[in-house]
């Protein structure tokens, strides 16, 4: 089962086929279940369908839908997707023909939410609350169980009847299934509560009564929680246990789960070190026959093809790399990976939207789930455009305009592209975010704009050349604020820290805790900063780094402890960090949706003080005089840093204006209050898309 190398391949393992026995899969990579917000609807799925059929397209061996549900009770939410009868069986064939019809497979996920769900009518092994919802489960009686138990076989059957090649049963993740298994939730007394084998026994029997409604020419994968990181999960010894007695029932194919969703531990996000948690699946390896996926941030082909050549599992699994880029495989198997836009872990435009109850999208690329929606098509008049500012959205503009045909120059002051990205990926844990520079980079020499780096152009230059268009991507300068002291050489701004260099004393306040506030407070604790590569796969491969996250974040690896937890130890940091704001709201209240918890925590971790209802009146020798909730205090600093917004960057626009030039602002050029990156590649992108 293990891949043999194909010597021609430029990732051979990765690109090696996989038999199943019953059919072969095409490639090593499956495309991991994400819910987008396409699942559900009245009639056929049509934009799940071209969505998948794109992913398809781009030669993924193997996908994953977003959950659905056996029954009423095992919804997300009100009016979930489910698939209990014909009716939601029909409405899914459209996207089984259309990802066969590309040359694709594609296995539905059912998931069972249990406590999960965000309904009234949830239940469980036992009345135990989750702490991440507001609705008590009612618990399971036997006879709800058996029911449960036919409602997963009936799914499974109406999944077989719509098309799809298998089903993926979810069996991690702190959902029903894993809910039996673990003490923290499951308190029954009767034949499936008590030692571990009657707590497994439904998972076995859900698989067990699956495969015998669906026959034996049938994917099953199971999605095996391999390290729970809660209180009360299995150890190792079990987990190996449940694994060959799940086999023994039918499944074809093993996945990795890391982590419940209350876990206090980031899995998945962009400070978890690349393929942080491969060894977790490496340990399975023996001991069962049937093929193993590992997961959790592999977004790359050479590290996919490092975890499969190095004999940690059979498959990978990838979920968010695919909105990224949905030719992510033919892309690797083209020998064309510097050309992958690569998912940086962000969160922002996937999780936190389907948390928001709004579509996902990607912010690295905004066209993915709105693949029905928006196309660029090529121009008929070529005209000739500047883009000034090679940050995030005059990248996105430029190479998105001369993609479609359009004669593009993109102006960049610095010597680099980029923008405010160059500070943003030396953030600890943002590392990743070099990866869309690389990316933009090479799109600009496959679309053939015209780089000018190392010139901060002016309106003269841009008139005397004669655009049909001019796009200013200026973006944004930092907020000057009129403070007593601000003149003072202990005040410095984040661009002095992150892109000048500037060195920033043991003691520190930090006036504003937006984004850029809780970073700078990140960076400046971090004892790594600057000893770690900034590369996102050296860092990856830095036993330092994983290290680091695991003692951090109290991730232990000895298969003996329950849970695969320990006492966290984050490192002492460098510095005494002040933390304020003006607002008297919890500071980081309106960070990620997603990721803000794990900021939060982070800063708690390394003794970070908070300040809020701040009202700063001077800085001086002694530090930084304020008044807190009304109370005067000073807070002896060595150093001020300032991270108190930004204001727009549109020095041309008058002069360009007055000439008549057509010119368009986009970015923080245009507004730079609550700017983000995903606003400012999507701006660039339609406005591109436009001319
Ligand atoms: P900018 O990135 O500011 O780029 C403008 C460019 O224009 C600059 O390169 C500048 O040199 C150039 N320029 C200006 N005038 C001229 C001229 N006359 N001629 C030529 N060139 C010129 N966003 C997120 O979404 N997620 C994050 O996690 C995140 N983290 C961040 C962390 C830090 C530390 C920082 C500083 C920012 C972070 N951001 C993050 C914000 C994100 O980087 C910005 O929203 C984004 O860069 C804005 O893009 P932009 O293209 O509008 O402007
Ligand atoms: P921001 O999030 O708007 O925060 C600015 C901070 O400055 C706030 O704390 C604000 O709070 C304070 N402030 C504003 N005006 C002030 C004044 N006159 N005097 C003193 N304090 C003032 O902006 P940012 O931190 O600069 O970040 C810029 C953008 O980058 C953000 O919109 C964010 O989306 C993006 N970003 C995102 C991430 C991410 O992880 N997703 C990370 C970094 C940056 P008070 O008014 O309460 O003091
Ligand atoms: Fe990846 Fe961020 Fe895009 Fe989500 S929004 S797929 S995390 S790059």
Not at 247 to 259: D, F, H, K, Q, Y
Not at 440 to 445: L, S
Not at 609 to 617: D, N, P, R, V
Not at 667 to 679: S, Y
């Amino acid at each position: 089962m293990q891949p043999t190398a194909t010597p021609a391949s430029p990732f051979p393992h990765m690109l090696a086929p996989l038999d199943l026995g019953h059919v072969v899969l095409k490639n090593r990579v499956l495309m991991g279940s994400m819910h987008v917000g396409l699942e559900h609807g009245i009639g056929p799925l049509s934009k799940m369908a071209t969505y998948f059929a794109r992913r398809a397209e781009g030669g993924v061996g193997l996908m994953v839908t977003g959950g659905v549900a056996p029954n009423s009770a095992g919804t997300t939410m009100p009016l979930g997707g489910k698939m209990t009868h014909r009716l939601e069986a029909w409405q899914h064939k459209v996207v089984t023909d259309a990802v066969h019809e590309a040359g694709g497979r594609i296995a539905m996920q059912i998931l069972h939410t249990g406590r999960y769900a965000y309904h009234p009518f949830a239940v469980g092994p036992s009345n135990v609350k989750s702490p991440i919802s507001m609705f008590k489960p009612r618990a399971l009686s036997v006879r709800g169980i058996k029911k449960t138990i036919a409602d997963f076989a009936n799914c499974a059957t109406l999944a077989q009847r719509a098309g799809y090649d298998g089903v993926e049963i979810m069996g991690s993740e702190g959902y029903l299934l894993n809910q039996f298994i673990a003490t923290r939730t499951n308190k029954r007394t009767d034949a499936y509560g008590g030692d571990y084998a009657n707590r497994s026994r439904l998972a076995v029997e859900v698989v067990r009564a699956v495969r015998q409604a669906v026959g034996p020419e049938f994917i099953i994968i199971f999605r095996l929680s391999m390290l729970d990181l809660v209180e009360g999960g299995s150890t190792w010894p079990e987990i190996v246990d449940l694994a060959k007695r799940i086999e023994g029932a039918g499944a074809s194919i093993l996945n990795t789960g890391i982590g419940w969703h209350e876990a206090r531990v980031p899995t998945i996000a962009t400070l978890v070190p690349r393929a942080a948690f491969t060894w977790v699946t490496r340990r399975l390896k023996g001991e069962v026959s049937i093929p193993l996926v590992t997961s959790n941030r592999i977004n790359m082909p050479d590290v996919a093809e490092r975890v499969l050549a190095g004999g940690d599992a059979d498959m990978i699994s990838m979920a968010r790399p695919f909105l990224a880029d949905p030719d992510w495989v033919l892309k690797a198997a083209t020998d064309r990976a510097d050309e992958i836009n690569t998912c940086i872990a962000c969160n922002q435009a996937c999780l936190d939207h389907i948390f928001s109850r709004k579509r996902a999208t990607c912010l690295v690329n905004p066209f993915a789930c709105y693949e029905t929606e928006w196309q660029v098509h090529p121009v008929k008049a070529r005209r000739r455009i500047a883009v000034v500012g090679a940050g995030p959205a005059g990248l996105a503009c430029a190479t998105t305009a001369a993609g479609r045909g359009h004669d593009v120059t993109l102006y960049e002051a610095a010597e680099t592209i980029g923008g405010q990205f160059n500070m943003a990926r030396k953030i600890p844990g943002k590392q990743e975010f070099k990866e869309t520079l690389r990316y933009f980079g090479r799109q600009i020499e496959l679309t053939g704009v015209h780089l000018k780096c190392g010139t901060a152009v002016d309106a003269k230059a841009l008139l005397a050349e004669g655009f049909d268009t001019v796009v200013l991507a200026t973006g944004v300068q930092p907020r000057r604020l009129k403070l007593q002291g601000i003149e003072h050489s202990k005040v410095l701004s984040y661009v002095d820290v992150l892109a000048g260099g500037k060195q920033v004393g043991e003691r520190v306040a930090i006036i504003g805790a937006g984004g850029i506030g809780f970073d700078m407070a990140e960076f400046l604790t971090d004892p790594h900063t600057g000893t770690l590569s900034e590369d996102p796969l050296d860092a990856s491969l830095d036993p330092a780094s994983a290290e680091a996250y695991f003692e951090e974040w109290g991730i232990e690896q000895d298969p003996s402890v329950r849970g695969g937890l320990k006492k966290p130890a984050p490192p002492t940091s460098p510095r005494t960090v002040h933390l304020c704001q003006r607002r008297t709201t919890r500071p980081g209240a309106n960070l990620g949706r997603t990721t803000g918890w794990i900021h939060r925590a982070t800063l708690k971790s390394r003794g970070v003080f908070l300040h809020s209802g701040c009202e700063y009146t001077k800085i001086d020798d002694v530090g930084l005089h304020l008044f807190e909730d009304g109370e005067a205090k000073v807070i002896e600093v060595d150093s001020v840093v300032i991270c108190a917004g930004q204001v727009p960057r549109r020095d041309l626009l008058a002069d360009l204006q007055a000439a008549g030039q057509d010119v368009v602002l986009i970015g923080g050029a245009d507004v730079a209050g609550e700017l983000d990156a995903k606003r400012a590649i999507r701006q660039g992108t339609e406005i591109a898309a436009a001319l």
